[in-house]
């Protein structure tokens, strides 16, 4: 069975880079120790395994998201689509919240491999390259989007960054 990936429509494509519009969507968060994953991760998947005040499990989707902030690390589940905000099973662990997300731009630049932070240092700088170019201002922090699981093997794994913009379409 394929895994539900976010929905989105491309606006424009340029190479590994993207504009997209992505429909709304729910996701769960928690706060996270490093890109490597742990304890954030691990709550986030006892929450759809059933972890929550249901017993419900809850199907994965792709991506797997981290906001990139300079002072807490947060990584997210995005819900399946099927569920609204009120019919998600509320978690058992006080560190995860349940957030909805309205449609919004997007800005990506798209890669593979390993994550580190020289990594996501020179994507990022080739996003925000790539928006300055096109004179489009990139909004709020900058999330990545891991779509394997860690077991696969680097030169496989699609991964992106991610920022918000604004256009007029």
Known sequence: MAIEKTAYKVILKEG???IRQYEPMIV???QEGDLRGGGGFDAL???ISGNNQE???I???TPVLNDLGQ???TIAFVMPKEYSIDSLPKPLDSGIRLKEIPGRQVAAIIFSGN???VKIDE???ELLDWLKGKRITGTGLVELARYNPPFIPGFIKHNELLIEVHLDV
């Open 28 to 30: 769960a968060v928690s």
């Open 71 to 73: 002072e807490n690390l």
């Open 16 to 18: 590994d880079f993207e």
């Open 115 to 117: 994550i580190n932070p």
């Open 59 to 61: 199907e994965m989707t």
């Open 55 to 57: 017993n419900k499990k």
């Open 45 to 47: 998947f006892g929450y």
């Open 123 to 125: 994507k990022k700088n």
